[in-house]
């Protein structure tokens, strides 16, 4: 199901996506439109490069929505000195549907930005699933606000995005 391709936060559909989805549907694909909320849980800075930045960092998020549940992450990437940040992140969340089900999606290599004031975006292609969810794909995608080395409270943001998952038998 590779090769489809979803616009950030509602634009309009590139030509020919609504008619892939569509055909999706018509092969019995469960395609549904993600949307929910995430909270940011402990983030834990396993090496920072003091003079690069660099840094490689684990975590945990709670999630309500589309997904229920809670999902664990590593994150690698740059520190800058005007307290932005950038690079990857490998995420799986572990959850329940509202139709009752419940699995693991898989979340890899995906592009995060981090401005100065704590603006976090994120574009998260699911790349599987286990339990009920396996076979999944989709982009998801993230924007809220954090702040990983000062700790303020109310992190996280908002998700969304499509979900395809394969029929189910």
Not at 64 to 75: A, I, K, N, R
Not at 86 to 104: L, V
Not at 141 to 153: E, I, M, N, V
């Given at each position: 199901?590779?090769?489809?391709?979803?616009t950030?936060?509602?634009?309009?559909?590139?030509?020919?996506?609504d008619t892939?989805l569509?055909?999706l549907?018509?092969?019995?694909a469960?395609?549904t439109t993600?949307?929910?909320h995430?909270?940011?849980?402990?983030f834990?800075?396993?090496?920072?490069?003091p003079i690069?930045?660099q840094?490689?960092?684990?975590?945990e998020?709670?999630f309500?929505?589309?997904?229920?549940?809670?999902?664990?992450?590593?994150?690698?990437?740059?520190?800058?000195?005007?307290?932005?940040?950038?690079?990857?992140?490998?995420?799986?969340?572990?959850?329940?549907?509202p139709d009752?089900?419940?699995?693991?999606?898989m979340?890899?290599?995906?592009?995060f930005?981090?401005?100065?004031?704590?603006?976090?975006?994120?574009?998260?292609p699911?790349?599987?699933?286990t339990?009920?969810?396996?076979g999944?794909r989709?982009?998801?995608?993230?924007?809220g606000f954090?702040?990983p080395?000062?700790?303020s409270?109310?992190?996280?943001?908002?998700?969304?995005?499509?979900?395809?998952?394969?029929?189910?038998?």
């Amino acid at each position: 199901m590779g090769g489809i391709v979803v616009t950030a936060w509602g634009g309009p559909a590139p030509s020919g996506l609504d008619t892939s989805l569509q055909a999706l549907k018509g092969d019995g694909a469960i395609v549904t439109t993600a949307s929910g909320h995430w909270a940011a849980g402990p983030f834990i800075i396993i090496s920072l490069d003091p003079i690069t930045g660099q840094f490689v960092a684990t975590g945990e998020d709670t999630f309500t929505g589309t997904f229920t549940g809670q999902s664990s992450f590593v994150v690698k990437g740059t520190l800058y000195s005007d307290g932005s940040a950038s690079g990857f992140s490998d995420e799986t969340i572990t959850a329940s549907a509202p139709d009752g089900t419940s699995g693991t999606i898989m979340q890899a290599h995906q592009p995060f930005y981090l401005d100065p004031n704590g603006n976090f975006t994120e574009v998260s292609p699911i790349t599987g699933g286990t339990g009920d969810w396996a076979g999944s794909r989709g982009l998801l995608h993230y924007k809220g606000f954090l702040d990983p080395l000062g700790g303020s409270p109310n992190q996280g943001g908002e998700y969304q995005g499509t979900w395809i998952r394969p029929p189910q038998k």
